[in-house]
């Protein structure tokens, strides 16, 4: 029998690639990002001390979804007094939404 890799498994094995070169801290955390069907979820994660500094959700996936929900990090930065952030795309390519989400944080200031 052939063994077929899954999408998910292929996912999985970039992720743990990518997870092994960012490694996130109190200065500069690790900002990761998860897009599931209905929604765009971001976290600030301190890897050193491994909790999670903060977290934003939006209700949709499209590239204004991804606009509203760099925004919302860079809120999120702003009362954390965060400058710097180490951006985690999670497997998914830098295409898209996960790019607008990116690109927004850094028009606010945010160094990623």
């Known amino acids: 029998m052939i063994h077929q890799v899954t999408i998910k498994q292929r996912r999985s094995k970039r992720v743990a690639r990518i997870r092994a070169a960012l490694v996130g801290s109190v200065r500069r955390p690790r900002l990761a990002i998860f897009r599931s069907h209905r929604s765009l979820y971001g976290q600030l994660i301190d890897d050193e001390k491994q909790i999670t500094i903060g977290s934003v959700k939006t209700g949709g996936t499209n590239t204004a979804s991804g606009s509203a929900l760099g925004t919302s990090i860079i809120d999120l930065c702003r009362k954390k007094k965060i400058k710097q952030l180490i951006f985690d795309r ?20 945010i160094i990623v």
């Open 90 to 109: 999670g497997g998914y390519k830098y295409h898209g939404v996960i790019k607008q989400v990116a690109d927004t944080v850094r028009e606010g200031g």
